[in-house]
């Protein structure tokens, strides 16, 4: 079985700062993948990061970045240079051998000037 | 390349009827998964096609199932419909072959539900 923990209901920041919106997991799966996805109020779940279990590499996408501790079993999201329409509900996601993504709770960021 | 497109976006139905859902993945994309979010359960997976067939399928009762055709649009359809039923569903595409970026999934913008 596989579960996302995103422990930070909310969190804030201020306009141009960085910030880190963590998230563990706990999956049985030998390969697996951890996703990040920003939904606004409008409801639409935005893919931002991807990264492979065997993915030596941290995964970049612009202002974010996944910082993935394997034996830790995190895959927090940083986003830098934070602006204003960042301002969303965050959720971390895995899947192992198949397709079903499994979701923590999110994360509501809120950047402020 | 356009998105994941879903209609309607919005829907209002009472309890009792019947509902279908369509999602159109994103050109070329041959996997389709369904996905339930209310602010009780969260968000929550439904089921998988690819190649119109059902791959995998979540914990839901039988009255919500779907079907992919050969153009990889898929619809979804709840029956007899309970209160419970109302929020947002989310349909997400991905290529469904190997590769770079096959884990990918791209949501649609979701149709919101509301059963009376």
């Known amino acids: 079985a596989q579960k996302i923990t995103q422990t930070q209901p909310g969190m804030f920041v201020q306009e141009k700062e960085a910030v880190t919106l963590d998230c563990t997991y706990d999956t049985s799966d030998q390969s697996y993948g951890l996703f990040w996805y920003k939904q606004p109020s409008s409801g639409e779940m935005i893919f931002l990061i991807y990264q492979g279990s065997y993915d030596e590499q941290n995964a970049t996408e612009g202002r974010y970045s996944l910082n993935f501790q394997k034996a830790r079993k995190s895959a927090n999201l940083v986003i830098s240079a934070s602006q204003l329409g960042d301002s969303a509900m965050y959720f971390c996601a895995t899947h192992g051998n198949t397709d079903k993504l499994i979701f923590g709770t999110g994360t509501r960021l809120q950047v402020f000037p | 390349k356009a998105g994941v497109t879903q209609t309607p976006r919005y829907l209002i139905k009472t309890r009792g009827q019947q509902v279908t859902l369509s999602c159109s993945p994103i050109?070329?994309?041959?996997?389709v998964s369904w996905y339930q979010q209310t602010p009780g359960q969260g968000l929550q997976f439904l089921f998988e096609?690819?190649?119109?067939?059902?791959?995998n399928k979540g914990n839901f009762p039988g009255r919500f199932s779907g079907r992919q055709f050969s153009n990889s649009r898929s619809e979804m359809n709840v029956s007899t419909l309970e209160l419970g039923d109302s929020a947002l569903y989310l349909c997400?595409?991905?290529?469904?072959?190997?590769?770079?970026?096959?884990?990918?999934?791209?949501f649609g913008p979701g149709t919101r539900l509301t059963v009376t």
């Open positions: 096609y690819f190649s119109e067939t059902q791959r």
């Open positions: 050109s070329g994309h041959r996997s």
């Open positions: 997400a595409s991905r290529t469904g072959l190997a590769g770079r970026g096959s884990y990918e999934q791209y």
